[in-house]
């Protein structure tokens, strides 16, 4: 028996690239995305009532990673990335189908695109369905999970003048809280637990069509190099 899925929509999202994306959704609120609908599904129909719902289950497709039965074991980055645990028991992105789902806060709906935060979807993810948020069911406060009790404890983040002058020019451009968003994705520590990078390794990614250095000055902080157009390194 198979299956077929068609995507319902888009996600426009802040991550350029799978590097320094948060590992659970909501941990970086200043992570936005607008998901475009495709027709009929952005019609007044579909969405009416969405308004009174705070939060929404995004299942999507992990259209930039692999997946099948050779991921049996997978190594998550929560356990320093070097321990492997089965498959079910991690939300790896190497699925046994690439299907993923999500939390994420609604902001708004505008001309039938739903605004998004808290978000930890790579750009141009195909989005399959969207189920609103029922706190009462979704929510329990007897669940348990002794592989991931609390969330990680975040590294300090600091700023060189140059990179801080940077992110708040290109905040306004871009009409977001970059130097917040930045923080809350850094402050997780994209890097796997198991590397000990000396100050002289610098790290980089892209948030919107921005490149992001850092490096770690020392093991327990991040310090903001530089923040610049994609382009300027082409």
Not at 27 to 44: G, S, W
Not at 45 to 52: D, K, M, V
Request: glycine share 6%.
């Amino acid at each position: 028996m198979s299956y077929s899925f068609t995507p319902i929509g888009v996600l426009h999202s802040c991550f350029s690239e799978k590097f320094a994306i948060p590992r659970q959704p909501l941990l970086a609120p200043a992570a936005t995305a607008t998901l475009e609908l495709f027709a009929p599904y952005n019609q007044p129909e579909a969405l009416e009532g969405l308004e009174q719902v705070s939060h929404l289950w995004l299942l999507f497709v992990f259209h930039a990673a692999d997946s099948g039965p050779k991921h049996l074991r997978v190594r998550p980055p929560r356990l320093g990335g070097n321990r492997r645990i089965g498959v079910f028991a991690s939300r790896a992105t190497h699925r046994p189908n690439p299907l993923g789902q999500s939390v994420v806060k609604l902001e708004g709906i505008v001309d039938g695109k739903l605004l998004l935060s808290g978000i930890d979807l790579l750009d141009g993810t195909p989005i399959l369905d969207i189920k609103p948020y029922v706190p009462y069911a979704d929510s329990l406060p007897e669940a348990r999970n002794a592989l991931a009790p609390a969330p990680p404890p975040p590294i300090k983040v600091e700023w060189s003048e140059a990179a801080l002058q940077q992110a708040r020019q290109h905040a306004e451009r871009l009409h977001s809280d970059l130097v917040a968003l930045i923080e809350q994705c850094l402050a997780q520590d994209p890097k796997p637990a198991y590397q000990q990078p000396e100050p002289s390794r610098e790290y980089g990614v892209r948030f919107w069509d921005l490149n992001v250095r850092w490096h770690y000055p020392s093991p327990s902080c991040i310090r903001v190099l530089d923040v610049q157009p994609a382009h300027a390194d082409s």
